[in-house]
């Protein structure tokens, strides 16, 4: 038995236990230590993170008609691995205490719960393992199907989102399993080298073909644009600690599924030489496009939402884009930068939702018009999503700016000015949104019906400190997260990048977070020295509020969350139309149409004219042959 | 080994006796059915092993075909004539009032069933599929609402229109050959049917055959009878009788008509089954419409498989058909309960949590989500069309996978709707024992073969190839050659 299958028995064992354990309060701690057992043996597998070690294969093997099923772990797998079992222990912990006791007492499942997580996280190591192209797809469904119980354990929303997704995802997957049954036709295995070896002798259309279908079904996890309808609502209304978990590794699955196939397999090589016609662009630039505008739109659709998770949820999306915006560069620089963000949006993805899902346990709102000057009465929660939000808009010195960067300094090193412009216009919207998402929550005026309320339970508080410190370490150390991707990059064939603890070093201006951080703590320390010499200062009670000489009495509200940034919403408001609703309700009244159409059909009335008519037509063909 | 003889005489027997033994006592009467099913499954069952290596032929009363009359039992055959008998004691309709007609009807059903899959020449074949029909009127109608009179009589139409056509195609088949015995037409069908006059009997036949085996478009028929026939009714005739009738389409092809037009015929035709099918099911807004466009979208997918030539048509044609086999019967089951408008559905997972998962369970097979079966199956089908390297199989599995899409929606749609907070106004009862375990059962199988799907797709694809081997049928028959 190999250390990966330990792994993955320790995983299916994970789920096996809360449905025993059921609705006790044991379950939670039982299934943290597990995940924990996990985290151990994935790092027996240390090695592969290090470049160190040869993949290591699953003992098992299957033989379906005819075909050959097998399972391997490399340091593209290994480095996916940790993402998701770190996730999901620190979700499992989180979901461990009074958040448990709330959940079940409202009259939920906790067993549900508990073995809807594992058998997330258990599914989505299964794919990471995949040998061939078959045991991909199989480890995709399980995926695509655990997450849609993780999400229609949710709200109606949550349920009715959830539909839309298995809609989507299951449409995609019939595009992916067609790829590979194409791949199979032509090459008769579904091993990966097989394919890789078949594809310098594809024509053009081939490929064109397959990378479309691939793209497609792989995109909508990611949910690259168009098919991104889905994913912020489900994930958002999710029960809290699930969406912390699927916020930050679930749709990633869709990046890793497409880095095997497209990178790893048809190389960005092959498809920089597709042109689409009638235009000047490749199929990697389309892809790119693709990318860009996955940032984009959902950025800006966050930055009208008025509620956290819905906030959260839709950034989850755009970052994605940066993510395969630097894969598909496919330099050194580009690729690590991409994947990378996989890490760090995981991080502190899952930090801002545990903060939200702390504030929702304490407030019972979400509402991001409810809230507002938490910021004394939950200041560890509002330290976390500080950290958080200066990660997810890719700021020093958090880990979010180093992966920021190396995709920028990628763009224009490529000269790709536009698409640089484009993700430099997300950002944009990102620090925009992350202002208001802080703001709204924890500054501001406090509201007099959260004067009692106390700090998160101690439950929450330490994932969302351990998360918090994970963000910044990784920023101020980058190294320590670079010497994964230099072996991922190794492994899947992209160059690999030349690093060191503090970030890279390159001709025309490399980055050095040491240095960086160093500089930025420094700078703080002396504003903190100048502070703290300052005059005395006086507390007063954050409701002991005068303005122009007027005591402001807490009922009065003083300071507007409601429809935040005016100047700019009118400036871009008309800019929101609802496309994408408009396309995808398009597509559905022309189904309901053809298949009203269809359902005439049978409703006819002469069944028997059918048959002649039937009979005629075909007899007449196969005469007419003669 | 004649004793496989009971398989058809049996049931038969008993159906015409039951009104006596009724008189005698109701108990026995009420029994007495399942009983003799059971026993005939037994036997079917003991004689599984020995088709195992070969073919057998039955000649009844010991006269050499094609004078005689002779069954062919290769493990084909016999695994659909067990399909049949433990789909009718599986899905027993019998119940309330008319147990006594229904009993007989099914025992009607049953023999004659294994009988047309045991038979060896077409005009049993013929006289056999006629009985069937009329035994699936009177089970069809018995609900005896108007609607379901209405709906019947339709079926009526298509269906007896149908076996003229079938009858004509006969007649073509009798006047280019001289004989009927499928053993001997096999020998003939490369001299004297491979021409216009044998794929126009094809035609002809297959035609009359698919009304039963829902072929678009004689299908027409299939939403109102499964909407308004008792859902165990529904379950056997889209689970059972259509497989049946396929069946004898696929001996047709494999053992008469090996030419492409034949087979091109059947693809474009099953393209369509599966295109308006499952646009249609879409759009139901009913549970056993549903179910029923839902399995003429299978069917459609099962025409398409055995278009593709050879023994790979077969063995992905019969790993689809088996598993609607099991997954349909189970599903009509559920609609014993949940029949009717699908807003009354909204919530049922609280009240009854084991009958939601069944769905779930059989619903994620039917639209071919591994690891479950259906969707090896469907491998199978997709692998072996693109093989084919034609634009028409390729256009197939293209429309198999659009299909699978839509499914996807339609179902879950239904299934989520089933955990939804809110409850609907009305609804549905509980389900019944009987069926509930019933559902279970094949829901069972459905997860245990998951862990036995390599031995599965072995035993299949040795099926497979046993089927698809002309010379095998006529060795084993060995007709004395005509005069």
Redesign the interface.
């Known amino acids: 038995m190999t250390p990966l299958d330990q792994l993955l028995l320790l995983s299916a064992l994970t789920v096996v236990v809360p449905l025993f354990t059921g609705n006790r309060r044991i379950t939670g701690p039982l299934a943290t230590l597990l995940y924990t057992g996990q985290g151990l043996l994935l790092l027996r597998m240390a090695g592969l993170g290090y470049g160190s070690e040869t993949p290591v294969s699953s003992a098992v093997s ?4 005819g075909l050959e099923l097998h399972w391997r772990f490399d340091a593209l797998s290994w480095f996916f691995a940790l993402i998701t079992i770190g996730a999901g222990l620190l979700s499992s912990w989180f979901a461990s205490g009074e958040w448990a006791q709330r959940y079940r007492d409202s009259g939920s499942s906790l067993r549900l719960f508990h073995a809807a997580l594992a058998l997330n996280v258990f599914t989505m190591l299964v794919l990471l393992a995949s040998g061939e192209l078959l045991s991909l ?2 480890g995709w ?2 995926v695509s ?1 655990a997450s849609f119980l993780m999400m ?1 354990l949710g709200s ?1 929303t949550a ?2 989102y ?2 839309r997704y ?2 989507y995802a ?2 995609g997957a ?2 992916v ?2 790829g590979l ?2 791949v ?2 032509r090459t008769g295995s579904f091993e990966f080298q097989a394919f890789r070896d078949a594809v310098p002798s594809m024509d053009a259309d081939t490929v064109w073909l397959l990378f479309g279908l691939f793209a497609a079904g792989f995109g909508v996890k990611m949910a690259l644009l168009p098919f991104h309808l889905w994913q912020a609502k489900a994930y958002a209304e999710t029960p809290g600690p699930g969406a912390a978990f699927l916020g930050a590794i679930s749709s990633r699955m869709g990046l890793f599924a497409m880095i095997v196939v497209l990178v790893q397999i048809i190389g960005v090589a092959r498809l920089v030489e597709l042109p689409v016609p009638f235009t000047f662009l490749s199929g990697r630039d389309l892809l790119a496009w693709v990318a860009v505008f996955t940032i984009i739109f959902p950025t800006f659709t966050a930055l009208r939402q008025h509620d956290a998770r819905r906030l959260l949820a839709w950034h989850g999306i755009g970052q994605g884009g940066y993510m395969l915006l630097g894969i598909l560069i496919a330099d050194d620089l580009g690729s690590a930068g991409g994947l990378m963000h996989v890490f760090n949006h995981a991080t502190y993805q899952a930090v801002l939702f545990m903060s939200v899902t702390a504030v929702i346990h304490r407030t019972g709102t979400s509402d991001l018009n409810k809230l507002g000057g938490l910021v004394a009465r939950m200041p560890l929660s509002f330290l976390a999503m500080l950290i958080g939000i200066i990660g997810l808009a890719g700021l020093p010195p958090m880990n979010g700016f180093v992966s920021k960067w190396l995709v920028y300094r990628a763009l224009i090193l490529e000269g790709s000015p536009l698409l640089f412009l484009g993700a430099v216009i997300g950002t944009l919207g990102t620090i925009l949104s992350v202002y208001k998402l802080i703001h709204n929550t924890f500054l501001g005026q406090l509201r007099l019906e959260h004067v009692d309320i106390e700090e998160a339970p101690s439950s929450m508080l330490w994932p969302m400190m351990i998360l918090s410190t994970v963000v910044f370490v990784t920023g101020y150390f980058p190294g320590l997260v670079l010497d994964w991707i230099a072996s991922v990059q190794a492994a899947v064939g992209l160059p690999v990048l030349a690093h060191h603890l503090g970030g890279v070093h390159i001709d025309k201006g490399g980055l050095d977070m040491i240095w960086v951080v160093s500089v930025l703590l420094a700078g703080f320390g002396v504003g903190a020295l100048v502070f703290l010499s300052g005059n005395r200062s006086k507390r007063v009670h954050q409701l002991d509020n005068y303005a122009g000489g007027h005591f402001l009495t807490a009922d009065t509200r003083y300071q507007y969350s409601d429809n935040f940034y005016p100047g700019l919403m009118h400036l871009i408001g008309p800019w929101y139309r609802k496309s994408f609703r408009w396309l995808e309700g398009g597509f559905v009244s022309t ?2 149409t ?3 159409l ?2 005439g ?2 409703r ?2 002469h ?2 004219f ?6 005629v037509f ?2 007449s ?3 007419g ?2 | 080994m004649n004793e496989l003889v009971l398989m058809v005489a049996l049931p038969l027997l008993t159906a015409f006796l039951l009104p006596v033994i009724d008189r005698l006592s109701s108990l026995a009467a009420r029994w007495i059915g399942p009983l003799v099913l059971l026993l005939t499954a037994i036997i079917g069952l003991s004689a599984w092993s020995q088709t195992g290596s070969g073919a057998i032929t039955i000649e009844l009363g010991n006269f050499r075909p094609p004078l005689g009359i002779d069954l062919y039992v290769d493990q084909l055959a016999l695994l659909f004539a067990l399909a049949v008998t433990l789909g009718t004691l599986l899905l027993w309709p019998a119940e309330g009032e008319q147990r006594l007609r229904q009993s007989t009807l099914a025992l009607l059903l049953a023999g004659s069933g294994s009988g047309l899959a045991l038979s060896g020449d077409l005009f049993n074949i013929y006289v056999l599929y006629e009985l069937i029909a009329v035994v699936s009127y009177g089970l069809a109608a018995s609900r005896g609402t108007a609607a379901g009179q209405a709906a019947t009589l339709r079926y009526l139409i298509v269906s007896a229109f149908g076996a003229a056509l079938a009858l004509a195609g006969i007649a073509l088949v009798y006047q280019a050959t001289g004989t009927l015995n499928l053993a001997q037409l096999a020998q003939l069908a490369p001299t004297q049917l491979n021409n216009g006059q044998g794929l126009a009997a094809f035609v002809l036949m297959l035609v009359g055959f698919g009304v039963k085996a829902e072929l678009f478009p004689v299908n027409t028929w299939v939403p109102e009878v499964y909407a308004t026939a008792p859902a165990r009714v529904a379950g056997l005739l889209a689970g059972v009788v259509s497989k049946l009738a396929l069946l004898i389409i696929v001996r047709l092809l494999i053992l008469l008509f090996p030419q492409p037009e034949a087979l091109t015929v059947m693809l474009v035709l099953g393209i369509l089954g599966v295109l308006t099918g499952e646009l249609a099911a879409w759009r139901a807004r009913d549970f056993n419409r549903m179910l029923a466009f839902s399995s003429i979208g299978q069917l459609g997918i099962m025409f398409i498989a055995f278009s593709i030539p050879g023994k790979a048509g077969v063995f992905a044609g019969l790993a689809v058909a088996l598993h609607h086999l099991v997954v349909k019967p189970a599903l009509f089951l559920l609609a014993q309960r949940w029949g009717g408008s699908l807003e009354h559905l909204a919530g049922v997972a609280k009240g009854s949590p084991l009958a939601a998962a069944l769905f779930i369970l059989l619903a994620l097979s039917l639209i071919g989500v591994p690891p479950l079966p259906g969707f090896w199956a469907k491998l199978l089908v997709m692998i072996h069309l693109l093989e084919q390297q034609s634009s028409l199989y390729a256009l197939g599995a293209w429309i198999i996978m659009a299909g699978a899409a839509l499914e996807a929606n339609y179902l879950f749609r239904v299934a989520s709707s089933f955990y939804r907070r809110e409850a609907a106004a009305t609804p549905p009862a509980a389900h019944r024992t009987g069926d509930l375990a019933g559902a279970s059962l094949l829901g069972a199988a459905l997860a245990a073969a998951v862990f036995l799907i390599v031995p599965l797709a072995d035993r299949i694809e040795a099926m497979a190839g046993q089927a698809a081997d002309r010379d095998h049928y006529i060795q084993t028959v060995n007709p004395e050659p005509l005069p």
């Open positions: 299957l033989q379906v008609l797809f199989i469904e399980l199907w229609s109606n349920l009715r959830a539909m298995v809609t299951f449409a019939m595009a399993l067609m049954v194409l199979y036709t189904v309901d053809v298949s009203q269809m359902q059909l049978y006819h009335t069944p028997a059918y048959l002649l008519a039937v009979v075909a007899l063909w196969v005469m042959g003669d």
